[in-house]
DNA sequence: CAAAAGTTTCAGAAGTGATTGAAAATATTG
DNA sequence: CAATATTTTCAATCACTTCTGAAACTTTTG
């Protein structure tokens, strides 16, 4: 396999991976090419690359510095700006740790603790209550471990790897 | 709020919940309805619950066993079948974990390997090899961690979110 | 074994989220 | 400030996934 063949294989595959991340196909692609790139990209260069329209790049890399992922590099004597990707796996993997705890996990502690205010008698309300307590009781501790593993540095999860081990 | 508010709000979030998991929205509110129901149910009783047809129903009803998170129940006497969700929160998530890793985490590993057979020369091909290489690394990682904790025990998280606090 | 009860399948409909492309806005240069 | 380069926005379109519902199939019962 040449390089560019790897690369186009690499490109797709991150893709597909993303879609399942709540990271659109084309975000992760993005990433995936800047990511294999030997150095910056303009807006311009990931359009001809991935074949995607100026809209969609723009709204994708912007996407991508929004969670920290994708960085704004601007060159000297140049009027466009370029892109560079984080390289740290285990910062990416962080970042989007981060991002979906804030869209998911949050917004369910919200709601379970919305539900403690359920009142009823019966069976139903007695087993409900108790599904609901032991849920969020869950949902916090992953929450705070969460909370940990997104501080931490990239060692924490050499460490983790090593005891389990 | 009363019992009957509270479960419907607690089935629309944790539909939303699931939708971002891999789960459709559709197969996480027949789980969440099983959660809260004091009794087994049947195919019959969740279609009426959640409005919605036949096929949706046999269909979410059996990837949900497919994928562990609820368990056919046949109660003597009775022709139909009955179901009951998986309680464990923590089991629940290890089962979920088990699916994304084979279905996402597996296919990525097999291709990076095949990734590293690219051939080439010049900085675009040395950093495309190395790109490649600790993203192995670090799935590799990750996926060893991932085998420990889907084989692993409910107190082994109580155990490590001690162990980070 | 025929009727009844229950389950599964699947082609088309509906819904959802991503993408395009052209126009508007913004920034830079001489 | 006008001309030019670049980025952003957004309504319409497209692609993809999920859902419906009727028909086919399977199992149970008398």
Redesign the interface.
């Known amino acids: ?3 560019q ?3 186009d ?2 490109i797709q ?1 991150w893709g597909a ?1 993303g879609s ?1 991340w ?1 990271v659109s196909r084309t975000m992760a692609q993005i990433h995936a090419l800047l ?4 150095h910056a990209l303009s807006a311009e260069d990931i359009m001809e690359d991935l074949k995607i329209s100026r809209g969609n790049a723009n709204m994708n890399i912007r996407a991508l510095m929004d969670w920290g992922l994708v960085y704004k590099e601007l060159k000297t004597g140049e009027r466009k700006e370029f892109f560079i990707a984080e ?1 740290d ?2 910062d990416v ?1 962080k970042k989007i740790i981060a991002q ?1 705890k804030k ?2 996990l949050e ?2 502690l919200k ?1 379970l603790e ?2 403690s ?4 008698t019966g ?6 209550v108790q ?2 307590r ?2 969020k009781l ?2 916090n ?2 929450n ?2 969460l909370d ?2 997104v501080q931490s540095d990239s060692n924490w ?2 460490k ?2 090593m005891n ?2």
Chains 1, 2 share one sequence.
Request: neutral net charge; without cysteine.
């Open positions: 396999m040449n390089v063949e790897g690369k294989k690499f595959a991976l399942n709540g990511l294999i790139a030997p390289k796996m285990w993997v979906r869209k998911e917004p369910m709601i919305e539900l205010a359920v009142e009823g069976p139903d309300a007695e087993n409900f599904v609901v032991d849920i869950f949902s501790k992953a705070a471990t940990k593993l999860f050499v983790v790897f389990m081990i």
